[in-house]
């Protein structure tokens, strides 16, 4: 089985090639990374980059097209270019391959690589995944780092998810972010310590300040405030697990908040057109 995956929810872009044998039941000692690629430029530019990036890839593993059983992309939340960049890609990819395409959170990803250590940790965090999402709010993941650890996708509409209760993903201002942690941090009178990664920690960076800082854990990781290819394999290959195997054409970004024309069309601040009337 060979899986193709990417996310094109931020500046910095992400590519997995995963090979497993499907009668092995040896779970991830099954599944080999065979290629992984980071592509760091503007969100606008992954329109000329991604497949290129995505040749690069199939080239280094030696594999065509053809060869793809199952493609996988983060759908968000993220910036609005990348998300229709990356998403229009696997769903054209996909559909016209017949092949099922596997919805993934974008900030479950990015989130991933610090939830698995903080899990092996004595005390209980709560870790912070968080990206900029402008106009003076952020994207952000947040929960207990042990159920985050078994987050893949939420379940929205049709579309089945794989989701621990109790972990958050939303588009909001900075300080209510903080309070939502701090709702968090003081749940089951338990002691526990946060943890946050993501571009979105520099973006506000007076915001962290007002959570307690003896209670903060730095994460003894480099690159991670940016989504790893393969750790976006890895949760796409527990979604195949999963059967969270989609038709390309039903799985959507997930923006978690109207966009700039959306928003001007409510207020009715765009200039007359043919789909709105004289």
């Known amino acids: 089985m060979r899986l193709l995956a990417w996310d094109t929810s931020s500046k910095i872009g992400a590519i997995a090639a995963l090979e497993w044998d499907e009668k092995s039941r040896g779970g991830w000692d099954s599944v080999r990374l065979v290629s992984e690629w980071t592509l760091n430029l503007d969100t606008s530019q992954h329109s000329e980059r991604l497949m290129w990036g995505l040749n690069q890839v199939l080239e280094s593993a030696r594999w065509k097209l053809e060869d793809i059983d199952q493609f996988a992309v983060g759908v968000g939340p993220g910036s609005f270019t990348g998300l229709r960049i990356g998403v229009t890609t696997a769903r054209t990819l996909a559909h016209s391959m017949k092949k099922p395409l596997i919805a993934l959170s974008s900030l479950a990803a990015l989130a991933r690589p610090a939830a698995q250590w903080l899990r092996l940790q004595s005390k209980r965090t709560i870790l912070i995944a968080t990206t900029d999402a402008s106009k003076g709010e952020l994207f952000a993941l947040w929960g207990a780092a042990k159920s ?123 200039p007359a057109g043919p789909t709105r009337g004289e």
């Open 148 to 270: 985050i650890v078994d987050c893949v996708v939420v379940a929205e509409g049709d579309m089945p998810g794989l989701w621990k209760r109790g972990v958050e993903e939303a588009a909001l201002a900075p300080a209510e972010l903080i309070k939502g942690v701090k709702r968090k941090l003081a749940e089951n009178n338990t002691p526990s310590g946060w943890a946050v990664v993501g571009e979105g920690r520099f973006r506000y960076p007076d915001v962290w300040k007002s959570l307690p800082r003896v209670k903060r854990i730095d994460i003894p990781s480099i690159f991670s405030d940016h989504i790893q290819g393969r750790y976006l394999g890895q949760l796409a290959w527990e979604a195949i697990q999963a059967g969270l195997r989609q038709q390309a054409l039903h799985v959507h970004p997930r923006y978690l908040r109207a966009s700039d024309a959306e928003m001007k069309l409510k207020a009715g601040l765009l």
